[in-house]
């Protein structure tokens, strides 16, 4: 048995930024839009009027201040309202492939890792552009990694479930050194028309490298424990997929083919959840509250991260003990607690105790308990 260790990590930001004012002015204007085109409809009561948004709306809902986007073109068009990305050729290079190797090569550089040693390439995320060939093998083929790779989902949880199965693998003996990459694409399954969503998420893409600690080169993170668990709810859903041809083949434009979530549920069961879920296992590897140093959670809700912080911590985070990037990234799915420990972990020392912990669809939720050597 090998002691698995986080050795790298990687961070591809791409270069559009969208700020709230101008996403609300944007949509103000298709609510405008709409109202007007529905005008007989609303004051009739078959159709429900297009609410104004406002950049204090957003603030006051989610701690978002702006979010980074791979395409801006169309996201901003009042008669669009989605993102318009070029097609690309079979031969060409994916869009998550692209975002993904970025972030891999970071990693890597980082550890000090030739991507020729790496034997494992985890592509996870919570939408993939294709059903197959997978992503990850790819990216794979692009780094010039060997081995195996293989796609997984489990929504916002990915990073943290694929950081575990790469854990245990390396735990076990069956691979060296592993790269978990997370390519989120999150605004082209967004539903910019909805004022309710219209500002969560943005796109990223970050990459952990994993290897035996004995292999590490330089400043590492041990990983103590992982822990993962699900149980099923419908609260946060997206149908689209191949089956849609077969089922709705007449079916122009629906609601529920995009993003959609129950925030109030969401809210109220995912809390109680999640801060159990880290407070167990953080009891069952011995450890107290005062032995923290860090977390690192999901970028959701900054309301979400500061309610789960008090829980598990017993009393408010001070500055630094729980850090947000939300206000920058908006929410990037599984990227975001991956996004907040790239940032904000070169400054603990040899022996302090954090925890990596993302939630969300599913439900779903993963903790990973590290220690810095």
Request: hydrophobic letters at 40%.
């Amino acid at each position: 048995m090998f002691n698995p260790a986080i050795t790298g990590t990687g961070l591809f930001t791409p270069k559009h930024i969208i700020t709230n004012a101008e996403l609300v002015a944007a949509f103000n204007a298709y609510a405008d839009k709409f109202n007007a085109e529905h005008r007989d409809e609303i004051a009739a009561g078959t159709v429900a009027e297009c609410p104004q948004s406002s950049a204090d709306f957003i603030v006051a809902a989610s701690g978002i201040e702006q979010r980074y986007v791979f395409v801006k073109d169309g996201i901003l068009d009042p008669d669009v309202m989605h993102p318009i990305l070029p097609p690309r050729a079979m031969e060409d290079t994916s869009v998550m492939a692209e975002m993904g190797v970025d972030a891999c090569r970071q990693a890597l550089e980082n550890a000090g890792v030739s991507a020729s040693d790496v034997d494992l390439v985890i592509c996870a995320a919570s939408n993939h552009e294709r059903a197959y060939p997978a992503i990850a093998v790819e990216i794979q083929q692009l780094l010039g990694a060997s081995g195996m790779a293989f796609d997984m989902n489990v929504a916002c949880s990915s990073a943290t479930f694929g950081i575990q199965a790469a854990a245990d693998m390396v735990r076990s003996g069956s691979v060296k050194k592993a790269l978990v990459v997370n390519p989120e694409l999150c605004s082209h399954h967004l539903e910019w028309r909805d004022r309710d969503c219209h500002f969560i998420f943005g796109d990223v893409a970050t990459a952990t490298l994993i290897e035996r600690e004995e292999d590490a080169k330089g400043d590492h993170f041990k990983i103590v424990s992982t822990r993962c668990a699900t149980t099923f709810s419908n609260n946060i859903r997206n149908n689209n997929g191949f089956l849609r041809r077969a089922q709705y083949p007449d079916m122009q434009d629906r609601r529920d083919m995009q993003f959609m979530q129950n925030g109030r549920k969401v809210f109220k069961e995912v809390l109680p959840l999640v801060s159990k879920h880290i407070a167990d296992h953080m009891s069952d590897e011995g450890l107290q509250a005062a032995d923290l140093k860090r977390l690192w959670l999901h970028q959701a809700n900054k309301a979400m991260n500061d309610f789960i912080g008090k829980k598990v911590l017993g009393r408010t985070p001070e500055p630094g003990e729980q850090p947000n990037i939300l206000q920058d990234y908006a929410n990037t799915s599984s990227a975001g607690s991956i996004i907040a420990f790239h940032k904000y972990s070169a400054d603990l020392g040899r022996g302090d105790t954090g925890v990596i912990c993302s939630f969300g669809a599913g439900y779903s939720v993963g903790s990973v308990i590290v220690k810095r050597a």
